[in-house]
T-cell receptor, first 116, second 113 residues
Framework: DQQVKQNSPSLSVQEGRISILNCDYT??????FLWYKKYPAEGPTFLIS?????DKNEDGRFTVFLNKSAKHLSLHIVPSQPGDSAVYFC???????????????FGKGTHLIIQP | NAGVTQTPKFQVLKTGQSMTLQCAQDMNHNSMYWYRQDPGMGLRLIYY???????DKGEVPNGYNVSRLNKREFSLRLESAAPSQTSVYFC????????????FGSGTRLTVV
C-alpha cells in the first residue's frame, strides 16, 4: 500500500508561470516532509522540507504547503525556469514509515517539464 | 567535493552471480541507507544503518545483505543476483533524522541478465 502518493506522473508548465506539484500521504505518523529534485543519471538532491508543526515553508522560488487535515502537501515554484525541468519526489519521515523505523518513504515522482 | 561516492556506476551480471556495491561518505554522517529505484516505483529502502555497528531491514530487503564497515562505508551485497534485482541503486547518508535531508550518491545502474 502506497503511503506517499504523487498522482501526476508528469506536468508541463510554461517558463515564467507557476508550477504546482502535489503529494498526498496516508500515514498520520509522518512528522516531516521533504521534496527532492532529480536529474537523469544523478542522485536525488534535497530541495525543501517542512515539519508537521508548520503549514508553510519558503525558500526563494520554492514554497511548500502542508495541509495536515487533508494529508496533502504541495510544492510551488515561482517563476518556473528551464533548469527546473526534472523529476520531483515527495518524501516523508516518521516513526512507522514504510521504509523502516528510520528511513524516508518516497512517492513515485512527478516529471516536471518547463516549456520555453 | 564532499559527498557520497558509489562504485561501480554500471554493472551487468548474469543470473546467480554475486557482487558488492560500495558506498563511502566523507561528511562524518552517522546514518547511511541503500535505496533502489525502479521505473514508476519511486525509491524504496533496502537496508539502513542508523550508526556504525548497526544495520536494519527496510521495505525490500530480500536478496540483499549489508555491511557497515566503519563510519564512512556501507556496502550492499547481492549473493545470487536475479533479474528482478535489475534496478538503479542509490546510497545515501544523513547526519540526523531530520534537518536538511539526506545526501545521495549518483547511483549504480545494475542489469541482471
Amino acid at each position: 500500500d502506497q503511503q506517499v502518493k504523487q498522482n501526476s506522473p508528469s506536468l508541463s508548465v510554461q517558463e515564467g508561470r507557476i508550477s504546482i506539484l502535489n503529494c498526498d500521504y496516508t500515514n498520520s505518523m509522518f512528522d516531516y516532509f521533504l521534496w527532492y529534485k532529480k536529474y537523469p543519471a544523478e542522485g536525488p538532491t534535497f530541495l525543501i522540507s517542512i515539519s508537521s508543526i508548520k503549514d508553510k515553508n519558503e525558500d526563494g522560488r520554492f514554497t511548500v504547503f502542508l495541509n495536515k487535515s487533508a494529508k496533502h502537501l504541495s510544492l510551488h515554484i515561482v517563476p518556473s525556469q528551464p533548469g527546473d525541468s526534472a523529476v520531483y519526489f515527495c518524501a516523508a519521515l516518521g516513526a512507522y514509515s514504510g521504509g523502516g523505523a528510520d528511513g524516508l518513504t518516497f512517492g513515485k515522482g512527478t516529471h516536471l517539464i518547463i516549456q520555453p | 567535493n564532499a559527498g557520497v561516492t558509489q562504485t561501480p556506476k554500471f554493472q551487468v551480471l548474469k543470473t546467480g552471480q554475486s557482487m558488492t556495491l560500495q558506498c563511502a561518505q566523507d561528511m562524518n554522517h552517522n546514518s547511511m541507507y541503500w535505496y533502489r529505484q525502479d521505473p514508476g516505483m519511486g525509491l524504496r529502502l533496502i537496508y539502513y544503518s542508523a550508526s556504525e555497528g548497526t544495520t536494519d531491514k527496510g521495505e525490500v530487503p530480500n536478496g540483499y545483505n549489508v555491511s557497515r564497515l566503519n563510519k564512512r562505508e556501507f556496502s550492499l551485497r547481492l549473493e545470487s543476483a536475479a533479474p528482478s534485482q535489475t534496478s538503479v541503486y542509490f546510497c545515501a547518508s544523513s547526519e540526523s533524522r531530520v534537518g536538511y535531508g539526506y545526501t545521495f550518491g549518483s547511483g549504480t545502474r545494475l542489469t541482471v541478465v
